[in-house]
């Protein structure tokens, strides 16, 4: 499917059938990005108080699987059952994930609840694409992802520091309890659209069966035992790594469509291109706040301010991208990916410049900012391209792959760049090389991804190209 036409008028997010779907849809996504943002802060108050230090990591490890197990399986059900049972459960596993955690008595019961989000939260996010593909016109779909960035904006910025007051003066289980009327709430709204919600016809699309949730597994698992050994390095974890990649590349081989490693046009290039943008920035963006403590000496307030910074940009970055432009889309979007591309390697670039100078630190600031402005931009394009390339069979699994493309390269990049980190504090290397080796690694996929970004125009949009040409000699 292409959309070479000129665009018309879209119809507004929250006029008429559509508000109470958009309404819906933005509250979920808020209170999923709140609860990933203040986690984080009050889990080491929740692991004393439950005496459960030695199952830290679990509540996040255990959230990991469940949530890629959940991506997996919401697409699967979407393509053969329709986005409705996904949405349905997601909502109640995410509600009883947060009861769980909230009333929790033991570390095995939180870590439980954590598992239960987790899997709730992948069967929404991977679902509600699926929605925004078959219930918003292809004119207003930029618009949506445009506002799906803005929700995660407020988390990102309170999120934390709200966290940590609720957690010092009223309690850590309010963390999780104070969440619930207003998932409840969203819940409520998108009844309407539960039943709305048509059935898929016709075949069924190529990604069902038991053989995927294997998959998916492995792939869950390869992911956490990365990280693990991105963050303890040591002969022992570094040797479980291995299995560990294997099992994800086992796992990825039979969930990613066919063409994906080569960026092959259509829904490939879009899920590829993902996953270096997220690879690329996320890879960088966990080594900002630590490489200006270490480097220059800045307090946690200060550290964190480049990533509050890139927060804000990153929703205007999104909102650009869905302004309603005539002319041909598809040009456009791939321009679009392009410069987003190349502000991010610029961005990073500019984090490299900073840890190398004594007085450049403040540099960090404007460089984030436009490294956020860059991904907020090329994020929402290749969501976009996503739902124009693929069909009402595969848009399930298809949006499930952008799920695990993000996670997976993200997961594998941090946890490169922990390597580093922990070969810096042995006394291998220094700081400033880890930090500046790893930044220019970064830069090298962003620019990887620039340079790919013609690959996103769809094969007829490309033959015509190929066609044009040859009648012009």
Same mark, same amino acid.
């Given at each position: 499917?292409?959309?070479?036409?000129?665009?018309t008028s879209a119809p507004r997010l929250f006029a008429g059938q559509l508000r109470s779907t958009s309404v819906g849809i933005l509250i979920l996504i808020t209170l999923i990005a709140f609860e990933e943002m203040?986690? #984080?802060?009050?889990?080491?108050?929740?692991?004393?108080?439950?005496?459960?230090?030695?199952?830290?990591?679990?509540?996040?490890?255990?959230?990991?699987?469940?949530?890629?197990?959940?991506?997996?399986?919401?697409?699967?059900?979407?393509?053969?059952?329709?986005?409705?049972? @996904?949405?349905?459960?997601?909502?109640?596993?995410?509600?009883?994930?947060?009861?769980?955690?909230?009333?929790?008595?033991?570390?095995?019961?939180?870590?439980?609840?954590?598992?239960?989000?987790?899997?709730?939260?992948?069967?929404?996010?991977?679902?509600?694409?699926?929605?925004?593909?078959?219930?918003?016109?292809?004119?207003?779909?930029?618009?949506?992802?445009?506002?799906?960035?803005?929700?995660?904006?407020?988390?990102?910025?309170?999120?934390?520091?709200?966290?940590?007051?609720?957690?010092?003066?009223?309690?850590?289980?309010?963390?999780?309890?104070?969440?619930?009327?207003?998932?409840?709430?969203?819940?409520?709204?998108?009844? @309407?659209?539960?039943?709305?919600?048509?059935?898929?016809?016709?075949?069924?699309?190529?990604?069902?069966? @038991?053989?995927?949730?294997?998959?998916?597994?492995?792939?869950?698992?390869?992911?956490?035992?990365?990280?693990?050994?991105?963050?303890? @390095?040591?002969?022992?974890?570094?040797?479980?790594?291995?299995?560990?990649?294997?099992?994800?590349?086992?796992?990825?081989?039979?969930?990613?469509?066919?063409?994906?490693?080569?960026?092959?046009?259509?829904?490939?290039?879009?899920?590829?291109?993902?996953?270096?943008?997220?690879?690329?920035?996320?890879?960088?963006?966990?080594?900002?706040?630590?490489?200006?403590?270490?480097?220059?000496?800045?307090?946690?307030?200060?550290?964190?301010?480049?990533?509050?910074?890139?927060?804000?940009?990153?929703?205007?970055?999104?909102?650009?991208?869905?302004?309603?432009?005539?002319?041909?889309?598809?040009?456009?979007?791939?321009?679009?990916?392009?410069?987003?591309?190349?502000?991010?390697?610029?961005?990073?670039?500019?984090?490299?410049?900073?840890?190398?100078?004594?007085?450049?630190?403040?540099?960090?600031?404007?460089?984030?900012?436009?490294?956020?402005?860059?991904?907020?931009?090329?994020?929402? %394009?290749?969501?976009?391209?996503?739902?124009?390339?693929?069909?009402?069979?595969?848009?399930?699994?298809?949006?499930?792959?952008?799920?695990? #493309?993000?996670? %997976?390269?993200?997961?594998?990049?941090?946890?490169?760049?922990?390597?580093?980190?922990?070969?810096?504090?042995?006394?291998?290397?220094?700081?400033?090389?880890?930090?500046? %080796?790893?930044?220019?690694?970064?830069?090298?996929?962003?620019?990887?991804?620039?340079?790919?970004?013609?690959?996103?125009?769809?094969?007829?949009?490309?033959?015509?190209?190929?066609?044009?040409?040859?009648?012009?000699?």
């Amino acid at each position: 499917m292409t959309t070479d036409a000129v665009q018309t008028s879209a119809p507004r997010l929250f006029a008429g059938q559509l508000r109470s779907t958009s309404v819906g849809i933005l509250i979920l996504i808020t209170l999923i990005a709140f609860e990933e943002m203040a986690v #984080a802060p009050a889990l080491p108050t929740i692991a004393r108080d439950l005496h459960g230090l030695g199952a830290y990591g679990w509540a996040f490890t255990g959230f990991l699987v469940a949530n890629v197990l959940g991506m997996v399986v919401s697409g699967q059900l979407s393509d053969t059952r329709g986005p409705r049972t @996904p949405l349905a459960v997601g909502m109640l596993a995410f509600i009883g994930g947060l009861l769980t955690s909230g009333t929790a008595t033991t570390m095995l019961q939180l870590v439980g609840g954590r598992v239960v989000q987790g899997l709730g939260g992948g069967l929404l996010i991977t679902a509600i694409y699926v929605v925004i593909g078959e219930r918003y016109p292809q004119a207003t779909q930029p618009k949506v992802f445009a506002a799906l960035a803005s929700a995660w904006v407020v988390p990102s910025l309170v999120g934390p520091v709200l966290s940590g007051a609720i957690t010092e003066h009223v309690g850590w289980r309010w963390v999780f309890l104070g969440l619930l009327p207003l998932v409840l709430l969203g819940s409520a709204l998108m009844l @309407p659209v539960l039943r709305s919600l048509r059935r898929p016809m016709g075949r069924r699309g190529d990604g069902v069966g @038991p053989r995927r949730v294997v998959r998916a597994l492995a792939v869950a698992v390869g992911i956490a035992v990365l990280e693990q050994a991105g963050q303890h @390095p040591t002969p022992l974890w570094l040797g479980v790594g291995v299995p560990g990649l294997v099992a994800l590349v086992w796992g990825l081989r039979g969930l990613l469509p066919a063409g994906t490693v080569r960026a092959r046009r259509g829904v490939p290039s879009t899920i590829a291109l993902r996953g270096l943008l997220a690879g690329a920035f996320f890879g960088a963006e966990a080594m900002v706040p630590l490489s200006l403590t270490i480097q220059h000496g800045f307090g946690a307030t200060q550290a964190g301010l480049p990533l509050a910074c890139s927060g804000l940009t990153w929703a205007v970055g999104s909102w650009w991208q869905g302004r309603e432009v005539r002319g041909d889309e598809q040009v456009r979007r791939v321009r679009l990916v392009r410069c987003g591309y190349s502000m991010i390697a610029l961005g990073v670039l500019g984090i490299a410049v900073s840890v190398t100078t004594g007085g450049g630190a403040l540099l960090a600031y404007p460089a984030w900012a436009l490294a956020g402005l860059g991904a907020g931009m090329t994020m929402a %394009t290749l969501s976009v391209l996503l739902l124009r390339y693929t069909n009402d069979v595969d848009r399930g699994a298809d949006s499930a792959s952008l799920q695990l #493309a993000d996670v %997976t390269s993200s997961a594998v990049t941090t946890g490169v760049g922990g390597v580093l980190i922990a070969a810096a504090t042995a006394g291998s290397l220094g700081f400033t090389t880890a930090f500046v %080796t790893l930044d220019l690694a970064m830069v090298a996929i962003a620019l990887v991804g620039a340079l790919a970004a013609g690959r996103l125009r769809s094969p007829g949009a490309a033959r015509q190209v190929a066609h044009d040409l040859s009648i012009d000699r």
